[in-house]
């Protein structure tokens, strides 16, 4: 008999054995295949809890598949993983050595720089005192042409007073001089004119 079928028993109401007088007292009889009715549910029992070890074995494989799928992939995600950080890791470390090396270069020319700078501080600083010292000579050499300039024209000066001087007395001795000779002259025209004779 399959587990479909269903064992129905007659139409006599009936109970459970086992209970004595009440069973006398009420008149009801235990049907004979009564047993057969255990022996049915005990394998519908037996059936289910073997289906139902059945399908707790399917499910406990099924699980261990699940849990060894997730650990396959667990593993494959911590493989992943570490081959993202130590790729992070080398491409931090380039990041590193760039940066190191462009600190260094920065370092560098902010050095070359500085001295540039200094180089061009102490060349203007130079160029500045050769300028005033230039300025400074050229001041002392105008100052120089300038008092010589002042004592040649004293000196010029004092030349033409002394040349005029010189004229002066020199035209007074000549007109000294001419003076009796135009007196005599004069003398000699007035004699001519006005005598006649000498």
Do not use: C
């Not at 009936?14 to 006398?24: H, K, N, P």
């Not at 130590?86 to 720089?113: S, Y």
């Not at 060349?123 to 105008?142: G, I």
């Amino acid at each position: 008999m399959s587990e479909e079928q269903i064992i129905q028993e007659p139409g006599v109401p009936y109970t459970v054995a086992g209970r004595g007088a009440s069973e006398e007292r009420l008149g009801v009889e235990i049907p004979p295949y009564f047993d057969r009715f255990l022996e049915e549910r005990d394998r519908r029992i037996a059936s289910e809890f073997s289906r139902l070890e059945a399908a707790i074995a399917h499910n406990g494989r099924e699980i261990a598949r699940v849990l060894r799928e997730i650990d396959r992939r667990f593993a494959e995600t911590d493989e992943k993983l570490e081959v993202l950080r130590a790729e992070m890791n080398r491409r931090f470390a380039e990041t590193d050595e760039k940066l190191g090396a462009l600190r260094a270069e920065m370092d560098r020319r902010f050095a070359e720089a500085k001295e540039e700078r200094e180089a061009l501080r102490a060349e203007m600083d130079r160029r500045f005192a050769e300028a005033k010292e230039e300025r400074e000579a050229l001041r002392a050499e105008m100052d120089r042409r300038f008092a010589e300039a002042k004592e040649e024209r004293e000196e010029l000066r004092a030349e033409i007073r002394t040349l005029r001087t010189e004229m002066q007395g020199q035209f007074r001795w000549i007109m000294g001089l001419l003076f009796p000779l135009v007196i005599g002259m004069l003398v000699i025209i007035a004699r001519v004119f006005l005598m006649g004779t000498f």
